[in-house]
Nanobody, 123 residues
Framework: QVQLVESGGGAVQTGDSLVLSCEASAPIFNTYVVGWFRQAPGKDREFVAGIRWTDTYYSGSVKGRFTISRDTAKSTAELLMNNLKSGDTAVYYC??????????????????WGQGTQVTVSS
């Protein structure tokens, strides 16, 4: 069983930057697909960013502001978030799966999930 632990969330102001990290309990990030999702109060969980091999994927609302990456040597994945907006306020989750047969952007594609980290952006 793989465990994922997110860190790096916090309270920031509009325009600020944050880096979220996801650490895995096993060296999976060299082969697994990694996704970041978020869930705001009262809303469904939504895809934010994903990385499969060298390909990266972003939702339209974060493209150009967020960057997903991974360090396979450290078994970590990161989400760099620039120019944060109030609409980015949510709990952010890291997810991983060896196959994502249903697509990188679908939460049901991922077998392993972290517990989430809160990001709050205020103006």
């Amino acid at each position: 069983q793989v465990q994922l632990v997110e860190s790096g969330g916090g309270a920031v102001q509009t325009g600020d930057s944050l880096v979220l990290s996801c650490e895995a309990s096993a060296p999976i990030f060299n082969t697994y697909v990694v996704g970041w999702f978020r869930q705001a109060p009262g809303k469904d969980r939504e895809f934010v960013a994903g990385i499969r091999w060298t390909d990266t994927y972003y939702s339209g609302s974060v493209k150009g502001r967020f960057t997903i990456s991974r360090d396979t040597a450290k078994s970590t994945a990161e989400l760099l978030m620039n120019n944060l907006k109030s609409g980015d306020t949510a709990v952010y989750y890291c997810a991983a799966d060896p196959d994502v047969n249903n697509g990188v952007g679908l939460d049901k594609s991922y077998r392993y999930w972290g517990q989430g980290t809160q990001v709050t952006v205020s103006s």
